[in-house]
């Protein structure tokens, strides 16, 4: 099972991410919380407790939360002025020195 979920997770963490370098961030954040806790908290009592699957009831949860992610990222990269977005994202990188910019890869390279 955990063939398909991996999956799920994999490519929605990575929609969220492209949507972070186009200046999405609190989409991403009020997405993967309203699933996480909203969708996955609310079905994993649902499922678990009150139908009795117990932790496959919790798995199942799980599952449901990262594909609905998926699905929303992937509505919204779909709905994305592209042309806007990387316009964006253009000007920000030119706008910043080369100091700048490997200044914070270095940080985002310790930081990982």
Same mark, same amino acid.
């Given at each position: 099972?955990?063939?398909?979920?991996?999956?799920? =997770?994999?490519? *929605?963490?990575?929609?969220? #991410?492209?949507?972070?370098?186009? @200046? !999405? =961030?609190?989409?991403?954040?009020?997405?993967?919380? $309203?699933?996480?806790? %909203?969708?996955?908290?609310? *079905?994993?009592?649902? /499922? %678990?407790? $009150?139908?009795?699957? %117990?932790?496959? %009831?919790? $798995?199942?949860?799980? &599952?449901? @939360?990262?594909?609905?992610?998926?699905?929303?990222? #992937?509505?919204?990269?779909?709905?994305? =002025? $592209?042309?806007?977005? &990387? +316009?964006? &994202?253009?000007?920000? +990188?030119?706008?910043?020195? /080369?100091? !700048?910019? #490997?200044?914070?890869?270095?940080?985002? +390279? =310790? /930081?990982?």
């Amino acid at each position: 099972m955990y063939f398909f979920v991996i999956f799920g =997770d994999l490519i *929605c963490n990575t929609l969220a #991410a492209i949507l972070r370098v186009f @200046g !999405e =961030d609190r989409f991403g954040l009020k997405g993967f919380l $309203w699933n996480n806790y %909203g969708i996955g908290l609310s *079905c994993s009592l649902l /499922f %678990g407790v $009150w139908l009795g699957f %117990g932790f496959y %009831g919790v $798995w199942i949860s799980l &599952v449901l @939360g990262f594909y609905v992610m998926l699905v929303i990222s #992937a509505i919204k990269l779909k709905k994305l =002025d $592209w042309e806007k977005a &990387v +316009h964006k &994202v253009s000007t920000e +990188h030119k706008r910043k020195s /080369f100091n !700048e910019v #490997a200044k914070l890869e270095t940080e985002m +390279h =310790d /930081f990982v």
